[in-house]
């Protein structure tokens, strides 16, 4: 059960609520979902929760589209099968990337929803977090982050693979 007691605007603690929040935040989005990741370690990526909440953001909007950049893709790929399969079947919606070495150095990760509302753990070794609905200025900065971020990826994930 999720914990109501959230307050947007704030920093907040703790994995559980950290996960809540990120409901919250994928749940709010409507047309674009842009996310940025060490590895999907955590966040409950694999879990039926999160493949259900981004399943129905891309079967309720024939235009939304969701971008995922990870620093390394090998948890996905082994460790989120529900999620991975997404990207088999949203293909034409749903793009994962995989950065160079220089944007490793990120410690952070966030997610955008609708250029509207964001989630953004601080350092990804610890959960301490803030989410928001209503910070524009905040919200602009972690766009053109993320687009600097993109500018930083090798080739994106595939969900077959190529060759004999």
């Avoid at 990207?87 to 160079?100: A, D, I, P, S």
């Avoid at 509207?116 to 905040?138: P, V, W």
């Amino acid at each position: 059960m999720e914990n109501v007691d959230l307050k947007p605007n704030t920093i907040l603690l703790g994995e559980r609520n950290y996960e809540a929040a990120l409901n919250y935040v994928i749940t709010s989005a409507e047309k674009e979902l842009l996310i940025f990741d060490q590895d999907f370690k955590h966040g409950d990526y694999a879990s039926l929760r999160r493949f259900e909440l981004i399943s129905d953001f891309l079967s309720k909007n024939s235009l939304a589209q969701l971008t995922i950049i990870l620093q390394s893709s090998d948890h996905f790929i082994n460790h989120c099968p529900r999620l991975f399969s997404l990207l088999r079947l949203f293909g034409h919606k749903m793009t994962v990337y995989e950065t160079n070495d220089v944007a490793k150095i990120a410690k952070d990760c966030f997610v955008i929803a609708d250029k509207q509302s964001y989630l953004r753990r601080f350092h990804i070794d610890q959960a301490r977090f803030k989410y928001s609905f209503d910070d524009e200025a905040e919200v602009a900065a972690l766009v053109m982050r993320f687009g600097e971020l993109l500018d930083e990826t090798t080739e994106a994930v595939s969900a077959t693979k190529l060759g004999l």
